[in-house]
């Protein structure tokens, strides 16, 4: 449980989890089998539509959160069910504590809840006198070893065969074989068994509550809460108010989704439901008493924050974190408090306070992939980005941040700015001027050794470009650029490659001077307010009516300018522009490949090997065929494994987690090197930066490029 | 789909449950399957051995054997109970009907009824609402269900209204969808089967 209060605190934590190989290599496995079965398990479904009916369920019961929970009790109480409701976590513990006392309880079993990890109600219990036992495989583990869980669906796979035997061999006092993984589950049926006879309470938590019919749903492999909730003479049901839900059609169509995005499977071996007071030989009158508690939390207050209310509709299946390119650097210890993953960052705030959240929120590289597998589709690091602006609201702004505001606010200045670093960098510089040397830790906040950091340009793209620009007499199109501060300081001549090509095939170019940074770093660091005084900027320094397009090459700022722009700008009086500009910005490979329509007709093929690297951005707006194709085109493309995971650049991320970005910049490089290839092309200035930098620091003869500069070359 | 085409789809799909299917002529074919399935295999482990008492051999996990074998058939009417009785008359199988909590250690095999069967999952609905029921399909190291060929369904969401149906029956309900044994990948997400509930799950198919 990842609990640091500062960054020094965290990054300590992190370096402990980089350092467990047997982790490492899990969760690298993980990674990669967990995107092919997810695809093989949703092969011929409408996934999208599916994941939107989820999120129209979840929406539609979050506003309804109260009557639904009216309609749940009187269909609970008309089958003999207590329905209680709980404000705090600590209500919900003492409710449950009482629960115990007034019956006489003191064994109890559990089959999983994440809830009930949330309040610490074992803790809460066990404080009590009673004895607490967890049934489900991987909780029994690490309640053993008195840790929490390191994944929401498979809490203890942080554990390796060797150590579960060696705890089991600890707990049952017999020596337990420690290769056979088969043995091991048969040490928990038959360490577990006495537990369900022995126990007069039994706890489980719920995946849905339908309120039509005061039923709860749960969904569980392994069948102990089966017996959780059969053999004991009482039952409680601890679930978050989000987990209400209409109807057991509305469940019927979540449990489409949960289990294919949490295991790959089709679905669960159990599904049980539970409406009221089932028999029960031990209980009263041959009935079970039975107990649902709901939890608040925050959850009422979340409903109404229309930044925050997304999360609700979040259905635990794991997911976000098993595609995250940190989570899997690092797991779930140091990804989380309780809750763990992208959708752990945001509760943890949320649930447990920003004292718990405040270094962790900060640890998500901004990818999208959590976003682009959510059951639900939930925009989790918008989210988070918000997380990190309330915080920098609510507890004043850090050093860092305040120095960036303060120089991005205003154009003039920030230009300033690189013009004097521009000339007081060459001392600095080697490989040609094209690098600056490493620099001492300190300065640049955290060892930044991983890769040669570029120096700035001789010459920005708005100095070259009326130099460079030949416009068509009669253009077939007419576009306007945007440049992003990486291509027009630092790496022109990605830009300067697009202009000769589009000028070539009868396109008009134009480069307003008044845009600026997109503002996504600004976004990434919590500094909400200048974020939008540079969107205003940018929507304001172009005519967007006058053109077809408004080309980018920087998935990244790509990206923000699409997503992030019309809910910035939502309510300014630039909000009609936004719309206007919005619609206009268009990545260059979609307009080359489906505007432009150049085909390999256009071009002269090398046989030169090129791999490719996927932006985040690109695939998170979809354009993923655009690109591949033109590379087909002019050179032999040869795919290299995980060509769509995250570069580990993220703007800011890799300067605040150095040992991160370093980890995942390195995988990249060896993906890439293992095709063969002599190139590795990309459509982002920070991929490029990433990558090439990586690849300089490790000397490695893998060379990178803009895609445009591989274009331009094979223009006919 | 017509009710051959959902065989096809369960006889498909379930061997990668992993569910072991069988067709039976007749209700009396039915259980004398679960007999041959009980007599095949070994002796039931006993998980809840107590001092003093004489167990068989060791199990391939090291556990103590019963000494019977025992068939859990909750659920049966008097009349099918009787035709189970005469498949088992002078074999060392004994028959449990109810008071399953007193055999928490285990028992070799249940058979119960299935309401229906979603062909797509392969994902048997039981109405649970009886507690040996419940015990019946979780204590047994082989489960069987029963399910009629009228009662297929094709997709999950097909259930909808046999839920409902087992929900307006009156009073509190219980109700299980069970696809395949009781599975965990807990340990480096290596697959097992039987972590507390069934090793194998056999699905019999009877005509009405």
């Known amino acids: ?716 | 789909m017509t009710q051959d085409q959902l065989v096809e789809v369960v006889k498909a799909k379930a061997p990668s449950v992993p569910v072991s299917l069988y067709e039976a002529r007749d209700f009396a074919d039915a259980v004398q399957y679960a007999v041959d399935v009980t007599e095949k295999r070994r002796h039931c482990e006993m998980l809840l051995p107590k001092e003093g008492e004489t167990y068989g051999p060791l199990s391939e996990n090291s556990f103590p054997t019963m000494l019977d074998r025992f068939i859990a058939a909750p659920g049966l009417s008097d009349e099918e109970f009787a035709v189970l009785e005469g498949k088992t008359a002078g074999t060392d199988i004994i028959l449990l009907r109810s008071g399953l909590r007193g055999h928490m250690g285990g028992f070799n095999t249940s058979i119960t009824w299935a309401e229906a069967l979603v062909a797509d999952t392969v994902t048997c609905v039981v109405n649970s609402n009886s507690e040996e029921v419940r015990l019946g399909t979780m204590v047994a190291e082989v489960s069987v269900m029963l399910v009629r060929k009228s009662t297929l369904l094709n997709k999950l969401e097909d259930a909808n209204s046999l839920m409902l149906d087992l929900l307006n029956r009156g009073g509190a309900s219980y109700t299980a969808f069970i696809t395949g044994p009781s599975r965990t990948a807990d340990i480096e997400r290596v697959g097992a089967l039987g972590v507390h509930g069934p090793l194998e799950l056999h699905i019999v198919l009877l005509e009405d």
């Open chain 1, 1 to 716: 449980m990842a609990d640091a209060k500062n960054m020094k605190e965290y990054h300590s934590q992190i370096q402990e989890a980089l350092d467990d190989k047997f982790l490492r290599a899990t969760l690298d496995k993980f990674a990669v089998e967990y995107k092919a079965n997810r695809t093989r398990i949703f092969e011929g479904m409408d996934v999208d539509g599916l994941i939107k009916q989820v999120a129209d369920i979840k929406d539609n019961a979050a506003q309804h959160m109260m009557e639904l929970f009216e309609q749940f009790k009187t269909e609970a109480e008309k089958r003999g069910v207590h329905v209680h409701l709980a404000s705090t976590g600590a209500e919900a513990n003492r409710i449950i504590a009482r629960i115990a006392k007034e019956n006489n309880c003191h064994n109890i079993i559990k089959s999983k809840s994440m809830t009930a990890e949330e309040i610490h109600l074992n803790t809460a219990l066990e404080k009590e006198g009673c004895r607490v036992v967890e049934t489900d495989l991987g909780e029994w583990i690490i309640q053993l070893r008195h840790e929490g869980p390191s994944h929401m669906v498979m809490p203890a796979i942080h554990l390796s065969r060797y150590q579960v035997a060696d705890l089991f061999t600890d707990v049952t006092k017999v020596q337990q074989d420690r290769e056979d993984i088969q043995k091991l589950v048969k040490v928990a049926r038959k360490e577990l068994r006495i537990e369900y006879v022995k126990a007069d309470m039994g706890i489980s938590g719920a995946n849905f509550a339908v309120a039509e019919a005061g039923l709860i749903g749960t969904a569980t492999n392994e069948g102990n809460l089966r017996l959780v909730t059969t053999m004991p003479r009482v039952h409680v049901v601890l679930a978050g108010l989000e987990k209400l839900i209409p109807t057991v059609a509305d469940a019927l169509k979540v449990l489409q989704v949960l289990p294919r995005n949490a295991t790959a499977q089709a679905i669960t071996s159990y599904i049980t439901w539970i409406a009221g007071a089932n028999e029960c030989a031990t209980g009263p009158n041959g009935r079970k008493e039975m107990h649902i508690v709901f939890l608040d939390n925050g959850r009422l207050k979340i409903a109404q924050d229309p930044a925050f209310k997304d999360i609700l509709r979040c259905v635990r299946c794991g997911a976000c974190a098993n595609v995250c390119p940190v989570y899997r650097l690092i797991g779930g210890h140091k990804m989380g408090y309780v809750y763990i993953g992208a959708v752990g960052l945001a509760l943890t705030y949320l649930y447990h306070g920003a004292d718990k959240a405040r270094a962790l929120v900060q640890n998500c590289i901004g990818c999208e992939s959590c976003k682009n597998v959510c059951s639900a589709g939930i925009d989790l690091p918008r989210i988070t980005r918000e997380i990190r602006a309330r915080l920098v609201k609510a507890e004043g702004n850090n050093p860092a941040g305040s120095v960036m505001s303060m120089v991005m606010k205003d154009r003039d200045r920030f230009h300033s700015l690189l013009k004097f670093i521009k000339f007081s960098q060459k001392p600095l510089t080697v490989k040609g001027g094209r690098f600056i040397r490493h620099l001492p830790a300190v300065l640049m906040g955290g060892d930044q050794s991983f890769r040669q950091l570029p120096a700035l340009a001789p010459k920005s793209f708005r100095q070259l470009f009326n130099g460079v620009v030949n416009n068509p007499a009669q253009p077939r199109f007419r576009v306007a650029i945007f440049s992003g501060c990486a291509q027009d300081f630092i790496y022109p001549e990605q830009l300067v490659a697009a202009v000769r090509l589009l000028n070539k095939h009868g396109v008009h170019v134009e480069f307003p001077l008044g845009q600026t940074c997109c503002g996504l770093p600004l976004d990434m660091m919590g500094q909400r307010d200048t974020s939008i005084q540079v969107s205003s900027q940018n929507v304001n320094a172009f005519e967007a009516g006058k053109y077809d397009a408004i080309i980018t090459l920087c998935a990244s700022c790509t990206g923000h300018l699409k997503n992030s722009y019309p809910e910035l700008l939502k309510d300014s009086p630039d909000q009609y522009r936004a719309g206007i500009f919005v619609s206009k910005v268009m990545d260059f490979t979609s307009f080359v490949y489906n505007k432009l329509g150049l085909r390999a007709d256009d071009f002269v093929k090398s046989n030169e090997k090129v791999t490719y690297h996927s932006p985040c951005h690109m695939r998170d707006l979809g354009v993923t065929e655009e690109p591949r194709a033109l590379l087909n085109m002019v050179a032999d493309y040869v795919p290299a494994a995980e060509e769509d995971t995250c570069c580990g650049f993220g703007g800011t991320f890799s300067v605040k987690f150095p040992e991160l970005s370093a980890e995942i910049g390195k995988k990249k490089l060896k993906n890439s090197e293992d095709t063969g290839a002599s190139l590795v092309v990309t459509d982002c200035p920070g991929c490029v930066m990433q990558i090439r930098g990586v690849a300089t620091a490790n000397d490695s003869q893998l060379k990178v490029e803009h895609i445009s500069e591989l274009l331009a070359r094979h223009m006919k």
